[in-house]
């Protein structure tokens, strides 16, 4: 048998590596056909076992690149913090501030295949199922010393009214950060996002800490976007009442 070149070798992991990706984009795309509540959990549900590898497959940087904002500006007990996740799923955030001290955890989602194999890692002190957007967190307010939504906040997926709930979650001078993509198809979700922020802002509520733009947030999955595309991370600090 004739043993393959270098480059015949390299050939092969790419064109392996493509198929990949163009699987995972097909997948990904068949979400957004998804127009109910009930086709978007389903979908998740359906998901939750690949998850993981399919984000890799995307190189999908927000849960470090969200870690490390907190990280940076966290100066507190780490090991006492409790950290509630929105929208957690696989708890692929939570591993990420694990590696960095932090070490109580309270995740929330919605799909339900998503938070078994969730519970499976043992990072989560608690776990609850809820669709967001369709009323308040089930915990109570003010006493979470960071809160986290990674992924979640983009069009199709979590009304823009829900960062309010993640700032009724926080404990006065606690932490929320965020994270949206700045991709074509995002621009006016972020622009409603943007202008609800500095809403709350105005309204007192919490005042803006960072705000830090990525380039390379992740491989395009739209079938009119190609290379990487961008996305923010926000970090807010809740103030006194």
């Known amino acids: 048998m004739k043993k393959k070149t270098n480059i015949e070798a390299t050939v092969c992991i790419m064109a392996a590596t493509t198929k990949t990706l163009e699987n995972v984009k097909a997948n990904i795309l068949s979400a957004h056909k998804s127009n109910t509540l009930a086709e978007k959990v389903d979908f998740y549900n359906s998901w939750a076992e690949n998850y993981d590898q399919d984000v890799a497959v995307l190189e999908y940087r927000a849960p470090s690149l969200a870690a490390n904002c907190v990280s940076s500006h966290f100066s507190g007990d780490r090991g006492a913090a409790v950290v509630l996740d929105v929208a957690c799923g696989t708890g692929l955030v939570a591993k990420q501030m694990k590696k960095l001290g932090f070490g109580h955890f309270v995740g929330i989602d919605g799909s339900e295949a998503m938070l078994e194999l969730t519970r499976e890692s043992g990072l989560y002190q608690d776990l609850k199922q ?28 979590v009304p823009v009214g829900v960062v309010r709930e993640l700032c009724k979650c926080t404990k006065p001078g606690g932490y929320v950060c965020m994270t949206t993509r700045r991709n074509q198809d995002n621009v006016e979700y972020k622009e409603a996002l943007e202008r609800e922020l500095k809403q709350m802002e105005a309204d007192g509520l919490w005042t803006c800490v960072e705000v830090s733009e990525v380039e390379d947030w992740e491989r395009a999955v739209s079938e009119h976007e190609d290379g990487y595309i961008p996305g923010v991370v926000y970090l807010y600090k809740r103030l006194q009442l």
Request: proline residues 7%; contains cysteine.
């Open 130 to 157: 809820c669709m967001l957007g369709e009323g308040p967190l089930p915990v109570q307010c003010g006493s979470f010393d960071v809160v986290v939504i990674v992924g979640a906040l983009s069009d199709g997926q």
